[in-house]
């Protein structure tokens, strides 16, 4: 069974930038869709990036074009997230999550079926 963990996650001040992993385990390899979502307190998750399994039409919330980057590592078994002019909105506890349907990616999280237990973002001066 396909298990995600997530790392990466830190305080950063406004402006700065931060990685984040996605690493699968439980496969043979990471031909699936990967999404990042994002929740903060008080709010309901959303969909921030996504990446399709053959790396086609990745996918923004408008709020991070631009500053967000979705990538990925097959031979790795990884999805990184780079976030960039990162800023005190993009605080929340982040998450990965697989979607083994579909030749494009979604930000919609009903398509997910495996989820990463998040790390938290904290944008703050």
């Known amino acids: 069974q396909v298990q995600l963990v997530e790392s990466g996650g830190d305080l950063v001040q406004p402006g700065g930038s931060l990685r984040l992993s996605c690493a699968a385990s439980?496969?043979?390899?990471?031909?699936?869709?990967i999404g990042w979502f994002r929740q903060a307190p008080g709010k309901e998750r959303e969909g921030v990036a996504c990446i399709s399994k053959e790396d086609k039409s990745p996918s923004y919330i408008d709020s991070v074009k631009g500053r967000f980057t979705i990538s990925r590592d097959n031979d790795k078994n990884t999805v990184y997230l780079q976030m960039n002019s990162l800023k005190p909105e993009d605080s929340a506890q982040y998450y990965c999550?697989?979607?083994?349907?579909?030749?494009?990616?979604?930000?919609?999280?009903?398509?997910?079926?495996?989820w990463g237990q998040g790390t938290q973002v904290a944008v703050s001066s």
């Open positions: 999550a697989a979607a083994f349907r579909g030749a494009l990616c979604s930000l919609s999280e009903d398509t997910y079926v495996r």
């Open positions: 439980g496969a043979t390899s990471l031909y699936f869709n």
